[in-house]
């Protein structure tokens, strides 16, 4: 499976921004979608998760209320919707696949995007 993440950029405070995922090559099978960040010096953290069916979700806490994520299984993309978004939020955000239920660990995923830089000025 390969990932493509793409609508990163600059923003500021409070503003809102899109995060697109899109899989290709094997994609068959149902395979769990996450997104994880990583911020300058820290280690990569997990952000949301979303199953096959879109039945179950995972949030990080600190995203919860803000970030929506959402999945078109026909066109194979995942996408998250960030709002309110704050200078903390700045990281390179990475799209990752696995197949089973969904985890919060980055070492569960078998498939990564190449990221996308979200940068939130204060």
């Known amino acids: 499976v390969q990932l493509q993440a793409s609508g990163g950029g600059l923003v500021q405070a409070g503003g809102s921004l899109r995060l697109s995922c899109a899989a290709s090559?094997?994609?068959?099978?149902?395979?769990?979608m996450g997104w994880f960040r990583q911020a300058p010096g820290k280690e990569r953290e997990f952000v949301v998760a979303?199953?096959?069916?879109?039945?179950?979700?995972d949030y990080a806490d600190s995203v919860k209320g803000r970030f929506t994520i959402s999945k078109d299984n026909a066109k194979n993309t995942v996408s998250l919707q960030m709002a309110s978004l704050e200078p903390e939020d700045t990281a390179v955000y990475y799209c990752?696949?696995?197949?089973?239920?969904?985890?919060?660990?980055?070492?569960?995923?078998?498939?990564w995007g190449q990221g996308t830089l979200v940068t939130v000025s204060s």
């Open positions: 979303i199953n096959w069916s879109g039945g179950s979700i």
């Open positions: 090559g094997r994609t068959s099978g149902h395979y769990v």
């Open positions: 990752a696949a696995r197949y089973g239920v969904t985890s919060n660990y980055p070492k569960y995923y078998h498939y």
